[in-house]
């Protein structure tokens, strides 16, 4: 095997810099912005579906059907397929809802692993208390849960961070777009897919930073003292 | 503390053995050369078939065929009477258009023939043959023409779609710059983008001509205006250092055009009739 380092030329990258930064952002606004949206699907869907009733097992379909099938088949079905019967949504959008509700399903199983790893005793006690349903998950047990649910949350933004690279194919200028541009230009395969994927992982690594400093703080905060 | 001295150490010593994996690979580089003889043609002849890579997605220059599911088109003749020609058999790899090139490089075909312009290979490193095709680039709107588009000039602030990769993009950059598109925005395949201009997302798309009037034939919902942009120079392309393998197909190419079987692929395939 002869790897020749010497056809490596930096120069490409510097030359399209602004590009590739420009698109960072693009990923990362769709990152923040779906996250955000499986973050509230998945709180209301996994809270709903911590009870047995019929609204559940309708959302239990859901949860199964976004999980069962490819995040990109899913995109193309609601970027292309739903404009053909005239739900036409900017790609942007289609984007985020793709990815919203994908990772709403994964959110939504997260939330409920939690809810079902807070005892007994903190229903009860606030209902001796005088709270109901509502006013107990909300206020007593969510709470807690959402502690216990922080890694496994930051593992699902790490994954949607790196699935919107499949939303390149919706001609969303973003970091996979821009990488395929370059490449289609410039042929040089290697120095651009080694600094997109190190961009994305400086992106995912400098957030699970900053969450475990979250970890470690919620750690301190009372109760269940179970992260470290 | 202790944890923290524990996980920057590990980060540590990740950053040093990537640093140690490239250093490694490029230390075990620079190998000789497989010598400077062209043995392209040779080795083609000795396989007896001339594997050729194209994007079956470009109807009508190569397509996959609804009925048989067997890739055809302008190209796939052309290539298949050449090969013949060089007295060997033309076997057809279908591959994404934005992966052919690389391919080529890495040796998973002889040659692309695959409505491929001189401009989107440019930066390549390769070889062209002759060319065998002027393809127009033209401006696509939908039927009725909403926006009353007439011209490229008509493009400013309007939002236009191109597949990447291609030489409608690059022509679609320069335009760009020239007129002021409100965004010029990049799909896989220029079917992707025509979808979306019925769709009423984007108000025009820049494509090859054959390929739009063979769209407009499958789709009756849109429509050509203007002038063509510009004329691309289509030609089969070659790793660099096939010399012997591009003079022997420039030489049966100029064979298939005297004996007139390239006026009758022509006409079988592009010609235009709107």
């Given at each position: 095997m002869a790897i020749d380092m010497?056809?490596?030329?930096w120069r490409v990258i510097a030359d399209w810099a602004p590009e590739l930064l420009r698109a960072a952002g693009v990923t990362l606004q769709i990152t923040v912005l779906s996250f955000l949206c499986a973050l509230t699907i998945g709180i209301v869907v996994g809270t709903l579906r911590s009870r047995r009733t019929w609204v559940a097992r309708l959302l239990g379909l859901y949860v199964e059907l976004f999980r069962g099938t490819p995040l990109l088949v899913q995109l193309f079905f609601i970027y292309y397929g739903l404009a053909q019967l005239g739900l036409v949504m900017p790609a942007f959008t289609a984007a985020v809802v793709g990815l919203g509700l994908n990772g709403g399903a994964y959110v939504s199983e997260i939330v409920r692993g939690a809810l079902s790893a807070i005892g007994r005793g903190q229903y009860d006690a606030a209902h001796s208390l005088g709270f109901g349903w509502v006013g107990t998950i909300t206020w007593i047990v969510m709470p807690q849960a959402l502690r216990i649910a922080t890694p496994p949350l930051v593992n699902s933004f790490a994954s949607m961070l790196k699935d919107t690279?499949?939303?390149?194919?919706?001609?969303?200028?973003e970091m996979m777009n821009i990488a395929n541009q370059i490449y289609s230009r410039t042929f040089r395969a290697f120095e651009i897919f080694a600094v997109v994927a190190l961009m994305y992982f400086v992106m995912t690594y400098g957030f699970s930073v900053a969450s475990r400093a979250l970890e470690r703080r919620l750690a301190g905060a009372g109760g269940l003292g179970k992260a470290r | 503390m202790k944890q923290r001295n524990a996980r920057s150490f590990g980060l540590v010593l990740c950053i040093t053995m990537a640093f140690a994996l490239i250093l490694g690979l490029s230390g075990c580089g620079n190998e000789a050369e497989t010598g400077s003889s062209d043995d392209s043609l040779k080795t083609v002849q000795e396989r007896g078939e001339l594997i050729v890579g194209l994007a079956p997605f470009y109807a009508p220059f190569e397509s996959t065929n609804e009925t048989t599911k067997e890739i055809e088109g302008f190209d796939v003749d052309l290539a298949g009477v050449i090969a013949e020609k060089m007295g060997v058999k033309a076997v057809f790899k279908g591959a994404e258009w934005q992966g052919l090139l690389g391919g080529l490089e890495k040796g998973d075909y002889d040659v692309l023939v695959t409505a491929m312009s001189k401009k989107e290979a440019a930066e390549a490193n390769v070889e062209f043959s002759d060319v065998y095709y002027l393809l127009d680039d033209i401006i696509i709107v939908p039927k009725g023409n909403p926006k009353n588009i007439?011209?490229?000039?008509?493009?400013?602030d309007m939002v236009v779609g191109v597949q990447l990769g291609s030489g409608s993009e690059q022509i679609g950059d320069a335009l760009n710059t020239e007129v002021g598109f409100k965004d010029l925005r990049k799909y896989k395949l220029t079917q992707d983008a025509m979808n979306d201009l019925k769709a009423g997302r984007i108000d025009a798309v820049l494509a090859g001509e054959t390929f739009a009037v063979e769209q407009s034939k499958v789709d009756p919902s849109f429509d050509v205006v203007g002038e063509p942009l510009e004329s691309a120079e289509i030609v089969a392309v070659f790793r660099k250092g096939s010399t012997a393998l591009v003079e022997e197909f420039n030489r049966q190419l100029a064979v298939v055009i005297q004996e007139g079987t390239y006026d009758e692929l022509v006409a079988k395939w592009l010609t235009v009739t709107l």
């Open positions: 010497d056809t490596v030329q690279s499949l939303v390149s194919l919706l001609a969303i200028t | 007439s011209g490229k000039d008509d493009l400013a």
